[in-house]
């Protein structure tokens, strides 16, 4: 683990504490480390956005930040830098597939980036960011609204609003697939799948967005 996060532990303790979840051992969890990575994660991001958009608003840096601090991106990076796999988790949670939860994943990464910096420094913490954040970085553009946020748009514009009703749910606990259906007024019903409700709600409002245009 440590060849892959870059950085030779003095403290070997801290990075064993950033891998337990609550469910292996709820004194000794990684929850207050993840409590302290959520924010530097926040301000590496924040100082980072801030030097490559020195044009954009407020508005749009924090759009911008929005979607790489969120716990999708978090639990990309965890699954690129491989955490799953070095995770210490009950075998409750190992039975049903905890080592993919992207909800666990995102709180062992944030975790991780609070041990770097409490190990090492901001600078262990930021080169684990931008390496694993790297492909988020680059897939950023000058808007950042999501597809929800300009369908809902569209449709105010227009005196009328998005329905979105979820239909149904399938797979296994550790591996769910959501599907949600979308509706505007005029239009036919769209639906779209997703890991996750939101992501199944963001599917539909994109392919919602594309029938539209």
Known sequence: MEAKLGHVFKDAELLKRALTHASADTV?????LEFLGDRVLGLIA?????????????GALALKFNSLARQEACAKAAEAAGLGEHLILAKSELGSGGRGKPAILACACEAVIAAL???????????FVEKYWAEAFASLSHDMRDPKTMLQEWAQARGTGPQY?????????HAPLFRVEVSVKGGEPVTGEGRSKREAEQDAARKMLETLS
């Open 28 to 32: 000794r969890s990684n929850e207050r």
């Open 46 to 58: 924040a100082q980072k956005l801030h030097a490559l958009y020195p044009e954009d608003s407020e």
């Open 117 to 127: 910096y409490l190990d090492g420094g901001l600078e262990p913490a930021r080169a």
């Open 165 to 173: 009703r979820h239909i149904g749910r399938e797979g296994p606990d």
